[in-house]
Nanobody, 126 residues
Framework: QVQLVESGGGLVQAGGSLRLSCAAS????????MGWFRQAPGKERVFVAA????????RYEDSVKGRFTISRVNAKSTVYLQMNSLKPEDTAVYYC???????????????????WGQGTQVTVSS
């Protein structure tokens, strides 16, 4: 079974930065499109960013463009989300997710991701 474990969340003031990490095990990491989603209190889970299998292509939700950067280091089986200029509305539980290795689209649909981590809390104070 594939395991995804997020880390790096915490409490930060508005304007600050955090880097989230997602460590994968149990599969060929380089064969999977990876994504980040988030779920704010009382809200549904939404797309944040995705990165291609090689790391050469990325996709972002409009509200985080220019502030967040998704990347991966396949040799370490790890995907990252660098978050800069954080805003209170970024407060959420952030989830790492992996697509099945058959697919290559950088999907923004959570139902297209087969494997999920447990999430890491990001809280941005005003």
């Amino acid at each position: 079974q594939v395991q995804l474990v997020e880390s790096g969340g915490g409490l930060v003031q508005a304007g600050g930065s955090l880097r989230l990490s997602c460590a994968a095990s149990g599969r060929d990491f380089s064969s999977s499109v990876m994504g980040w989603f988030r779920q704010a209190p009382g809200k549904e889970r939404v797309f944040v960013a995705a990165v291609s299998k090689s790391g050469d292509n990325t996709r972002y939700e409009d509200s985080v463009k220019g502030r967040f950067t998704i990347s991966r280091v396949n040799a370490k089986s790890t995907v990252y989300l660098q978050m800069n200029s954080l805003k209170p509305e970024d407060t959420a539980v952030y989830y790492c997710a992996a697509r099945n290795s058959l697919w290559s689209r950088l999907s923004n649909d959570s139902s297209d991701y087969a494997y999920w981590g447990q999430g890491t809390q990001v809280t941005v104070s005003s």
